[in-house]
């Protein structure tokens, strides 16, 4: 059995044990939660995970004896400050405007820090103190922004050694329900963040196409849709998924004639979410009071300070808008909303989270798609390169999964001393993408690649 506090000394004289950080332990934390447990478990390391909610920490952590979990409010500066101060390396699962924070105390301290995050001009803007320091920091290491990066990147190297011409690149990603828990007409159910859901496509969109700079304003991104036949799986719908054209230079094709990114939902998800917008239930303004308020209350409330009759005539007009919205609650007079002073897209994220949850034996999906059309001598081919995920259940969801592990080993990676960067990074070098795809490919997470 040993002495008391004997592991302790060990890990830190005998093994030099490492310090891993994690704040925030919400639904894409699971599966990075469980990595850490077995990767502490294997180094001797030790990680702490704060959050919150202390209750949700204690249910993911589950009394492992290499986790210490805390509840912690981030925006409490000397107990984060406190927490930096004593880890190796920092990884932030908290929502991106919070990342800033923790960016500027990981410079202070001198720490690497991991997020899934897109780079914000307030992180971009650290960039030179990130560098001075000598630490790293890794942005956009999970999913969608993550292993499209590596994955893409990977295909995009093989085909320059081969001295071809990339003429045409979509990158399609999407978070969705597998077939055997699809059971409403939006075909979709929550997996991730909720809010960032309600609010998708608000930063519209742009992306070249045909040597082309389009530029999609917010009120058309879903109107702008296209179709892409997904080996295996069929036909699905995507729309634009913010600015492409920033991953140009980075990818190294700026002569590429066609560079998208795009965001798959199911058939008809693209028009039935274009009336949502139309009837601007996305918008942010705080104008209800919502307490003691049904859902049917309050689309009739929003519906007639809006005026859009036309829209609601072409909802009772089309079948599968009318499941839809009725989906959402349009005749609920049970459900009471309760939210007090509120926006429409706090009560449309009240309706995601009521009507379109996963349940407990749910099962989410993944599904990503690279099309890559280039040329060699005069000659055209085609790669398609295809992932389908699917979780386990409405924990461990493929989402989870997806967004988690890339983290999780980015992080095992660089305290092993095998990723040697500083900087500000995305994950499109091959230091970092080759051995993280090899080990995200030993968990399951296998491209499947066809050429014509």
């Excluded at 918008?283 to 689309?299: C, H, M, R, T, W």
């Excluded at 959402?328 to 995601?352: E, P, R, Y």
């Excluded at 295809?386 to 305290?415: F, W, Y």
Aim: overall charge negative.
């Amino acid at each position: 059995m040993g002495f008391p506090g004997l592991q302790q000394v060990l890990n830190k004289y005998i093994w030099g044990m490492k310090r891993i950080l994690l704040f925030g332990a919400g639904k894409s934390a699971t599966v990075l939660i469980d990595y850490l447990k077995k990767t502490a478990s294997e180094n001797h390391w030790e990680v702490t995970v704060a959050d919150s909610h202390l209750e949700t920490v204690l249910l993911k952590t589950g009394g492992h004896p290499s986790l210490i979990p805390l509840q912690i409010n981030i925006t409490d500066e000397a107990r984060r400050k406190e927490l930096i101060a004593k880890a190796d390396i920092v990884i932030s699962m908290m929502p991106p405007a919070l990342h800033y924070l923790v960016a500027l105390d990981c410079i202070a301290f001198k720490k690497h820090l991991l997020t899934a995050s897109y780079i914000d001009e307030n992180i971009r803007q650290l960039a030179n103190s990130i560098r001075d320091k000598g630490i790293f920091f890794l942005c956009e290491m999970g999913l969608d922004p993550g292993i499209d990066h590596m994955s893409a990147m990977k295909l995009v190297e093989g085909v320059k050694a081969k001295g071809g011409m990339i003429n045409l690149f979509k990158s399609h990603c999407g978070g969705l329900v597998a077939p055997e828990s699809d059971d409403n007409p939006w075909h979709y159910k929550i997996s991730w963040n909720p809010a960032s859901v309600a609010l998708a496509g608000k930063a519209g969109a742009v992306y070249k196409e045909n040597n082309e700079i389009k530029k999609i304003a917010y009120h058309d991104v879903f109107k702008d849709h296209g179709k892409v036949d997904v080996p295996k799986m069929g036909m699905y719908e995507w729309y634009a998924n913010r600015d492409s054209l920033s991953y140009l230079s980075l990818y190294g094709m700026e002569a590429t004639a066609t560079f998208m990114r795009t965001t798959l939902r199911a058939q008809g998800f693209c028009n039935g979410w274009q009336q949502v917008i139309e009837l601007k239930l996305t918008n942010e303004e705080k104008i209800y009071q919502s307490d003691g308020l049904s859902v049917a209350d309050f689309f009739l409330q929003h519906f007639e300070k809006n005026n859009f009759s036309q829209v609601l005539d072409l909802i009772n007009s089309n079948p599968l808008l009318q499941k839809q919205f009725e989906c959402l609650g349009l005749n609920d007079h049970t459900t009471i909303i309760n939210k007090g002073l509120c926006s429409a897209a706090d009560v449309l994220q009240f309706l995601l989270e009521t009507k379109l949850p996963l349940r407990p034996t749910d099962k989410d999906m993944i599904i990503m798609l690279h099309e890559i059309e280039y040329s060699i001598n005069g000659r055209s081919s085609k790669i398609s390169s295809s992932l389908v995920v699917k979780g386990e259940d409405n924990l461990r969801t493929a989402m989870a999964k997806t967004v988690g592990l890339p983290l999780g080993i980015a992080a095992k990676l660089i305290l092993e001393g095998k990723i040697n960067e500083t900087g500000l990074h995305i994950p499109v070098m091959a230091s970092i993408y080759e051995p993280v795809l090899k080990e995200l490919e030993e968990n399951g997470i296998v491209f499947e690649e066809t050429e014509e």
